[in-house]
């Protein structure tokens, strides 16, 4: 038996909205490598700020947006995901208004539960049930409303002897 997970294969129509997941993993990955290191709170949550307006408030609005109108409102997942949506978007401003690093650890623990409930049941539940025409017509709204991205420069997810070992 293989004991790898194998990664989940996402139809074409979806798969813009994986790779900002992909991108969300990251950040969590980040955030966690940053608690780890003792970074400073003001960097974390100048960090989670950041990364909410340059991607995970945009990528929230288009999955409620585009995503939401192929559903019923009282389904179960599009409850949860807006329900989700909600506390992440709650978590955000109690960082910004009063940082610390539970609050960050919980951010990131949710972001990453979060984002596995979407790919693993949602996305799944949306690939079963709609037809082509309508993965199609997600497919279109997402390439016609692109996230806004942007590079965060400082590195701090790296402790200080790894960046002195690659130099």
């Not at 979060?114 to 309508?134: A, D, G, N, P, Y």
Request: charged share 30%.
């Amino acid at each position: 038996m293989d004991s790898k997970i194998k990664p989940i294969r996402r139809s074409k129509q979806l798969a813009p909205l994986s790779r900002e997941h992909h991108d969300g993993l990251l950040f969590v990955w980040k955030l966690r490598q940053g608690l780890h290191n003792n970074t400073a709170i003001e960097i974390l949550s100048s960090f989670c700020i950041w990364y909410w307006k340059q991607h995970i408030k945009s990528h929230f609005q288009q999955e409620e947006t585009i995503l939401l109108q192929y559903m019923d409102a009282d389904h179960k997942m599009a409850i949860q995901l807006k329900r989700e949506h909600n506390d992440i978007r709650e978590l955000i401003l109690s960082i910004n208004h009063h940082p610390d690093r539970i609050t960050i650890g919980i951010l990131a623990d949710f972001i990453d539960r979060h984002i596995r409930f979407e790919e693993r049941i949602l996305f799944k539940h949306l690939e079963k049930t709609l037809s082509q025409e309508q993965l199609d017509a997600i497919f279109q709204q997402l390439e016609a409303q692109p996230i806004c991205s942007g590079i965060w420069e400082d590195a701090f997810w790296v402790k200080d002897d790894q960046l002195s070992n690659r130099n």
